[in-house]
């Protein structure tokens, strides 16, 4: 089992694989929600030049007329002279127009045209090592390259190189390949030098990981910011979001429960997966099919299928939870386990509220539990506290 000191870099990694030309997933349909974070969070996110909240919001410069990403690197405005929008179709309606630095209308997630040349070149051929003459040789600066992946994917683009060699070595030996010859086939001139690379990833040595289940790990954007999946061949592992103070706590749990560390990557599972949620965020799906896998003490595995059990555009309380579980006196524990939870929208937790109908309790912040259940058709009251159905369609 890996030791967390030699896992902890790629835990941090937030970072799907960019491909040239790749389609994006677009959320078509603009999502009927008012709700923002709060006016002083989104300031200072945008003052920061925060990523982290890219598709929570727009900002809106009414000096010059312009709106931008929350990350745009042009010189920021007196907070005064800002307003926010959740989209930037609202702000095009409000009659800004799109900042031409930071381009607010393309996908956030999408590789900008002058890398598409230098990652055709590593889809066609990863093992093959990719230097800075390289790069000149393709028309762009190896500085450029390297700022890009450092600040939208937290690596260098060799890392970027090296940790997809590795993945790629891991799924050869899985499918049971000699390990002197993965080596070999991965661009490396010794076995020892692959089997120290292999273990500052994985945690241990290519020979002690082949029987253990690959997983792999993504990073896109969805309307409410952000989002982290794992999964492996079988069934999505963790979905949060970027910014949720526990995910790196939920990622090393995860890793000890797998014994090896996530992947940057993704599979067929992670594409349904963002699939289905493109529908969720649009309002046209309602039930996830993707399988999920959900591994807990059994005390929380009761608490999650519980979760499951709430009809989309429905709610309950902690109390009526724990009574459902026939457990009415261990709301505090069903409180626990909810929060523990590291499958978020696939089990519902946003769908549990206070008693007198007020959000309280969740991860990713107040304000995303309350647009979770705005795009299911939940309303509120003036005082902000969710207005219950007695029924509600499943």
Not at 46 to 65: P, S
Not at 181 to 207: H, K, W
Request: glycine share 8%; aromatic share 8%; hydrophobic share 40%.
């Amino acid at each position: 089992m890996p030791r967390a000191g030699r896992t902890r870099g790629l835990f941090e990694f937030g970072v799907a694989f960019p491909v040239a030309d790749a389609p994006v997933p677009r959320y078509a349909t603009p999502m009927k929600t008012t709700s923002l974070p709060p006016r002083d969070e989104m300031i200072q996110a945008f003052l920061r030049r925060d990523a982290r909240y890219e598709g929570v919001f727009v900002t809106a410069v009414r000096t010059t007329g312009v709106f931008c990403r929350p990350g745009c690197p042009a010189r920021s405005p007196r907070p005064d002279h800002v307003e926010f929008f959740a989209t930037p179709h609202d702000a095009l309606l409000a009659g800004y127009r799109p900042c031409r630095r930071c381009t607010p209308m393309e996908p956030a997630d999408k590789a900008p045209k002058w890398l598409h040349g230098i990652l055709r070149r590593v889809d066609e051929n990863p093992s093959s090592r990719v230097c800075d003459s390289d790069i000149r040789a393709l028309g762009v600066d190896p500085v450029r390259v390297r700022r890009w992946f450092q600040r939208h994917h937290n690596m260098t683009f060799q890392a970027y190189c090296r940790t997809r060699r590795l993945g790629l070595a891991l799924g050869a030996i899985q499918d049971g390949h000699r390990v002197t010859d993965v080596a070999l086939d991965s661009g490396y001139e010794s076995l020892s030098g692959f089997a120290e690379a292999f273990r500052a990833v994985f945690g241990t040595a290519p020979t002690q990981h082949g029987t253990r289940p690959l997983a792999v790990a993504a990073r896109f954007t969805t309307p409410l910011g952000p989002m982290v999946a794992c999964a492996n061949k079988r069934a999505v592992l963790l979905l949060e979001f970027a910014d949720r103070r526990m995910l790196q706590t939920q990622l090393r749990r995860l890793g000890r429960a797998l014994g090896t560390a996530p992947v940057p990557g993704t599979n067929a599972i992670i594409d349904a997966l963002e699939r289905e949620l493109c529908g969720y965020f649009a309002g046209r799906t309602r039930r996830f099919t993707v399988p999920v896998e959900a591994v807990g003490t059994p005390f929380q595995e009761r608490v999650w299928n519980a979760l499951r059990e709430i009809p989309y555009a429905s709610t309950c309380s902690y109390g009526e939870l724990a009574t459902r579980m026939q457990r009415p006196s261990a709301v505090r524990a069903v409180a626990r386990a909810n929060g523990d939870n590291r499958l978020a929208i696939l089990i519902p937790c946003h769908r549990v509220i206070g008693a007198d109908g007020s959000l309280t309790g969740y991860g990713g912040g107040l304000w995303r539990k309350r647009r979770l259940l705005e795009i299911e058709g939940v309303s509120f009251d003036d005082d902000g506290r969710a207005i219950r159905r007695e029924k509600a369609s499943r």
